[in-house]
């Protein structure tokens, strides 16, 4: 059990709900049983791209990772390469029970962990393979919710962008001695969390203006028209409800009165939930800048193959706060937390088994 645990990886396993959570909230949509059968999709054919992994690399790993559950003796090569094949049809069997558009996303997504795994791992396309993979994996939580899939689109790049750093860095783990993979990582790490810090700014500034415009309506309304002379207190009242009443078809009236301002559009949220909102996306971005800079940090003054090693976990690991801070900034607080809270068990069973 220890060795399969081992080949599996499976404290990164944690990593991989907040994909398909932070799908759903980038298109708009609550979690809901399709978001759940998306979630068991990606955890399988995560653990299929774990398994073939290592069924791809177990003659280089004879050299460099003796101890790894193949080169050792401990799993079967065959076994690995088995479960990888049940792994990524039983991932296929519950994409296809959101629907086809689910299952035609989990296809891509299983054809380009196979591609990484067998083709190409070892070149210059290898992170570019692994950063749509995991796009792919956001996307399919969002297409099989059921929401709108353009919308999900930047928080899939966001996401995809971040794997292509931490993949670069990746490719250095067991030999060290490269300090740009890591700066660069490090670089893309800044420039992601200034996006997003940006974004939480802009979106709290934005609704502060709806809100004003909304205090200046209520103001004019309470206020005589001196515009309008002959427009009475009652006619004012009247005209509000006028323009509050639906046609026959439900539709609200396209055009108000004189001198009353348009109710056809809904009432902007409240000052306190726009800015709980904004405060939880900049607390969760701020902790993927950390959990992800520090250990580069370190990796970029000496890149020897335990710090690079590490940084590579810590990339891995600062995945679910980004996860989070997506679905925050799509405005889903709750999936934001229940993502957050995956963080601490993957940091701990990650001390025990390694996640890279």
Request: aromatic share 2%; glycine share 8%; net charge positive.
């Given at each position: 059990?220890?060795?399969?645990?081992?080949?599996?990886?499976?404290?990164?396993?944690?990593?991989?709900?907040?994909?398909?959570?932070?799908?759903?909230?980038?298109?708009?949509?609550?979690?809901?049983?399709?978001?759940?059968?998306?979630?068991?999709?990606?955890?399988?054919?995560?653990?299929?791209?774990?398994?073939?992994?290592?069924?791809?690399?177990?003659?280089?790993?004879?050299?460099?990772?003796?101890?790894?559950?193949?080169p050792s003796g401990r799993v079967r090569p065959a076994a690995a390469l088995a479960a990888a094949g049940g792994l990524t049809l039983a991932g296929l069997a519950l994409a296809s029970r959101a629907g086809r558009r689910p299952l035609a996303v989990a296809?891509?997504?299983?054809?380009?962990?196979?591609?990484?795994?067998?083709?190409?791992?070892?070149?210059?396309?290898?992170?570019?393979?692994?950063?749509?993979?995991?796009?792919?994996?956001?996307?399919?939580?969002?297409?099989?919710?059921?929401?709108?899939?353009?919308?999900?689109?930047?928080?899939?790049?966001?996401?995809?962008?971040?794997?292509?750093?931490?993949?670069?860095?990746?490719?250095?783990?067991?030999?060290?001695?490269?300090?740009?993979?890591?700066?660069?990582?490090?670089?893309?790490?800044?420039?992601?969390?200034?996006?997003?810090?940006?974004?939480?700014?802009?979106?709290?500034?934005?609704?502060?203006?709806?809100?004003?415009?909304?205090?200046?309506?209520?103001?004019?309304?309470?206020?005589?028209?001196?515009?309008?002379?002959?427009?009475?207190?009652?006619?004012?009242?009247?005209?509000?409800?006028?323009?509050?009443?639906?046609?026959?078809?439900?539709?609200?009236?396209?055009?108000?009165?004189?001198?009353?301002?348009?109710?056809?559009?809904?009432?902007?949220?409240?000052?306190?939930?726009?800015?709980?909102?904004?405060?939880?996306?900049?607390?969760?971005?701020?902790?993927?800048?950390?959990?992800?800079?520090?250990?580069?940090?370190?990796?970029?003054?000496?890149?020897?193959?335990?710090?690079?090693?590490?940084?590579?976990?810590?990339?891995?690991?600062?995945?679910?706060?980004?996860?989070?801070?997506?679905?925050?900034?799509?405005?889903?607080?709750?999936?934001?937390?229940?993502?957050?809270?995956?963080?601490?068990?993957?940091?701990?069973?990650?001390?025990?088994?390694?996640?890279?």
């Amino acid at each position: 059990m220890r060795a399969w645990v081992e080949l599996l990886r499976l404290p990164a396993l944690f990593t991989v709900p907040g994909d398909a959570l932070a799908g759903a909230a980038a298109a708009g949509v609550r979690p809901n049983p399709r978001t759940l059968l998306a979630i068991g999709s990606s955890l399988c054919l995560y653990e299929a791209g774990m398994a073939l992994n290592d069924w791809a690399d177990r003659a280089e790993d004879a050299v460099d990772r003796p101890h790894r559950p193949l080169p050792s003796g401990r799993v079967r090569p065959a076994a690995a390469l088995a479960a990888a094949g049940g792994l990524t049809l039983a991932g296929l069997a519950l994409a296809s029970r959101a629907g086809r558009r689910p299952l035609a996303v989990a296809g891509a997504l299983a054809a380009t962990v196979w591609s990484y795994d067998l083709v190409l791992k070892r070149t210059p396309a290898g992170p570019v393979a692994m950063a749509a993979a995991r796009g792919l994996d956001l996307l399919l939580g969002g297409v099989a919710s059921g929401g709108d899939t353009r919308k999900a689109v930047p928080s899939a790049l966001t996401l995809a962008t971040h794997t292509l750093a931490v993949t670069t860095v990746s490719r250095h783990e067991t030999q060290g001695g490269s300090a740009w993979a890591p700066l660069t990582a490090l670089a893309t790490t800044t420039a992601l969390t200034w996006s997003l810090t940006r974004d939480n700014r802009t979106d709290a500034d934005l609704s502060r203006g709806d809100l004003s415009r909304a205090d200046r309506t209520r103001a004019d309304l309470s206020r005589p028209d001196r515009t309008r002379p002959d427009l009475t207190r009652d006619d004012r009242r009247s005209a509000v409800r006028t323009n509050a009443t639906r046609t026959a078809g439900g539709r609200l009236l396209e055009h108000a009165p004189p001198g009353v301002p348009s109710l056809r559009h809904p009432p902007p949220r409240s000052r306190g939930i726009t800015l709980n909102i904004a405060t939880l996306s900049g607390a969760l971005t701020t902790l993927y800048a950390v959990t992800s800079a520090r250990p580069l940090l370190h990796a970029a003054l000496n890149p020897s193959p335990p710090l690079t090693q590490r940084a590579v976990g810590g990339g891995i690991r600062a995945m679910i706060p980004l996860q989070a801070a997506l679905a925050a900034r799509s405005g889903a607080p709750v999936t934001a937390l229940l993502t957050a809270a995956l963080a601490p068990a993957a940091r701990r069973f990650s001390r025990k088994v390694s996640v890279t």
